[in-house]
């Protein structure tokens, strides 16, 4: 019942906005008219994760990262092998051997730690950049294409319930963002 009620919540929000929206536009009594009005829609994820720019940044991360993940499993391992001969040689070597080996041991577990973070940061802060650098081109896209096809506006398909399948820009502004940044 609550999800419902967060639905027709969420419902009215979007019609309320629409509303607004076309106000804002002049379609009120003594204004254009809804004819006048055309919206393309856009799955922007999808245009942006189906550009040629994106699949090549995408292989160029997978090959970095098995690379990467080689170097962290054999950090790990290293750190695991310590870990276990300590445990093995604890009891049988003098208090200061032990102590430099447990000494060694936390150096190294907080080094690979450290480098793991690190490499996720690098990873996470590259990604950014890429999905951002792309993000204002297709914006850029939408923004001609919306022109040359006299668009009122261009929105997000997933706040939208039905909408013609001649005004899906989603596919056209992948094709066009290929042609433009090949």
């Given at each position: 019942m609550?999800?419902?009620?967060k639905?027709?919540?969420?419902?009215r929000?979007?019609v309320?906005?629409?509303?607004?929206?076309?106000?804002g536009l002049g379609?009120?009594?003594g204004?254009?008219?809804?004819?006048?009005?055309k919206?393309?829609?856009?799955?922007?994820?999808?245009a942006?994760t189906e550009?040629s720019?994106?699949?090549?940044?995408q292989?160029?991360?997978r090959?970095?990262?098995?690379?990467?993940?080689g170097?962290?499993e054999?950090?790990k391992k290293?750190v695991?092998?310590?870990?276990?001969?300590?445990n093995?040689?604890?009891?049988?070597?003098?208090?200061?051997?032990?102590?430099?080996?447990?000494?060694s041991?936390?150096?190294?577990?907080?080094?690979?730690?450290?480098y793991?973070?690190?490499?996720?940061?690098?990873?996470?802060?590259?990604?950014?950049?890429?999905?951002?650098k792309?993000s204002q081109k297709?914006?850029?896209?939408?923004?001609q294409?919306?022109?040359?096809?006299?668009?009122?506006?261009?929105?997000?398909?997933?706040?939208?319930?039905?909408?013609?399948?001649a005004?899906?820009?989603?596919d056209?502004?992948?094709?066009?963002?290929?042609?433009?940044?090949?």
């Amino acid at each position: 019942m609550i999800g419902l009620k967060k639905y027709l919540h969420d419902y009215r929000m979007v019609v309320l906005g629409l509303w607004v929206l076309l106000g804002g536009l002049g379609l009120t009594a003594g204004g254009a008219s809804a004819e006048d009005i055309k919206i393309g829609f856009v799955d922007i994820q999808k245009a942006i994760t189906e550009t040629s720019e994106f699949k090549k940044s995408q292989m160029k991360f997978r090959v970095e990262l098995k690379k990467e993940k080689g170097i962290i499993e054999a950090r790990k391992k290293k750190v695991e092998d310590m870990l276990q001969e300590l445990n093995k040689q604890g009891f049988v070597l003098n208090p200061e051997l032990k102590k430099k080996k447990e000494e060694s041991f936390i150096r190294e577990k907080k080094d690979f730690e450290r480098y793991v973070q690190d490499r996720e940061e690098e990873f996470a802060r590259r990604e950014k950049q890429v999905l951002d650098k792309i993000s204002q081109k297709m914006l850029e896209v939408l923004k001609q294409l919306g022109k040359q096809k006299k668009l009122t506006m261009v929105i997000e398909k997933k706040a939208v319930f039905y909408s013609d399948s001649a005004l899906e820009l989603t596919d056209l502004a992948t094709k066009t963002y290929d042609r433009l940044y090949p």
